[in-house]
């Protein structure tokens, strides 16, 4: 009888142990989706509606780059914070088709009139990329 609580004891201690020290590290407050579309250059979608975990003061900007690295997409800008310009996604650049093309964001169907570096997104939001030539 000893024998059979001893073991069941043992065998909550193992079980309290095991679940009490294993560590939640999703610190990830919900997540964007990132889209990159160059169709107005025929050059098609980049990306498609790519997920990247949210943490509490994540810019457009943020999100932006770390989708690009996890795809390896190759993004340049210039400036920083508030004067953060994206000049290039995947080889297309700024006035690459006409002196008036570039790169534009959206989020959730709007574009922001702020810089992509400044603009902190929420859960769920869904961020676009566009390709402009006007």
């Known amino acids: ?44 979608i980049i990306l498609s509606e790519y997920a990247v975990s949210l943490k509490e003061g994540t810019t457009v900007f943020d999100v932006t780059l770390a989708a690009c690295k996890d795809n390896k997409i190759h993004m340049s800008s210039r400036g920083t914070k508030v004067t953060r310009y994206v000049e290039g996604i995947a080889g297309l650049y700024e006035f690459d088709c006409g002196p008036t ?18 603009y902190e997104i929420e859960d769920k939001d869904q961020i676009k990329w566009e ?3 006007e």
């Open 101 to 118: 093309s570039g790169w534009i964001y959206y989020v959730n169907g709007v574009s922001p009139s702020v810089g992509s570096d400044t």
């Open 1 to 44: 009888m000893k024998r059979t609580v001893y073991i069941i004891f043992l065998l909550c201690l193992i079980f309290v142990l095991i679940t009490g020290c294993t560590k939640d590290t999703d610190l990830s407050e919900g997540y964007v989706y990132v889209t990159i579309d160059a169709t107005k250059a025929d050059k098609g």
């Open 131 to 133: 390709y402009i030539i």
